[in-house]
């Protein structure tokens, strides 16, 4: 069966710091891999998707980015947080271009 | 512009049934997803239809009619552990997932 697993799953950080969230995915080959943010009290907006290895589509502009260095790894980052980047992350997977997604745990991001 | 519209809260009885309605403008459509979302944690997946008509799994259904770019999640005999949000998300023409913001459902005793 498949996993995904996030971490950490809840963290604190100064503004102007730097940011790396992992999410890694077992049990499939060649997922679509997505990051999302929710907001408190809001839906959820996608930050990034990808759909293989090093491919990377952005559909927010922000101080945020994403990497995909393995096919089943995708790593969010950013160099300098700021307060808005606030929020619940969320990386989910999906069978190429069908199906159900799947959702990570979450990770609640508190910047201060 | 794609736009997916959801009630933003709905109040309920515990044992009542409720009714969660989703519209939708989209380009193309491939189907059409329910999710549940407690408070905290992330969207699990509850039902996706993409042809019309009713789909019944134990307490809740859900239905689709594609010509008038609607949906409903149905739930029955409601439990307090219903509390939470519903999310409606659209499979778009490229197969991309268009989210709805959501309907944060309080369940009352």
């Known amino acids: 069966s498949q996993t995904i697993h996030q971490w950490p799953a809840t963290l604190v950080q100064p503004v102007g710091s730097p940011l790396s969230l992992e999410c890694t995915v077992e049990?499939?080959?060649?997922?679509?891999l997505y990051w999302y943010r929710q907001a408190a009290g809001r839906g959820l907006q996608l930050l990034f998707y990808?759909?293989?290895?090093?491919?990377i589509s952005s559909e927010v502009p922000q101080n945020l980015s994403a990497s995909r260095p393995q096919d089943r790894q995708f790593i969010l980052s950013s160099k300098k947080l700021l307060l808005s980047d606030s929020g619940f992350y969320l990386c989910a997977w999906r069978t190429a271009g069908y199906g159900t997604q799947y959702f990570g745990p979450g990770t609640r991001l508190t910047v201060l | 512009g794609q736009n997916i519209d959801q009630p933003t809260e709905m109040t309920a009885t515990e044992g009542a049934i409720v009714q969660i309605n989703c519209t939708y403008q989209?380009?193309?459509?491939?189907?059409l997803f329910w999710y549940q979302q407690h408070a905290g944690e992330a969207p699990t997946f509850l039902s996706y239809n993409v042809l019309d008509g009713l789909e019944e799994k134990g307490r809740f259904s859900s239905f689709l009619s594609r010509s008038k770019g609607y949906s409903y999640l149905l739930l029955k005999e409601l439990q307090m552990k219903d509390s939470a949000s519903y999310l409606c998300a659209v499979v778009d023409s490229n197969y991309q997932l268009i989210w709805g913001a959501g309907t944060k459902l309080i369940i009352k005793p």
């Open positions: 989209t380009s193309g459509f491939n189907g």
């Open positions: 990808s759909v293989g290895i090093g491919q």
């Open positions: 049990g499939t080959s060649n997922p679509n």
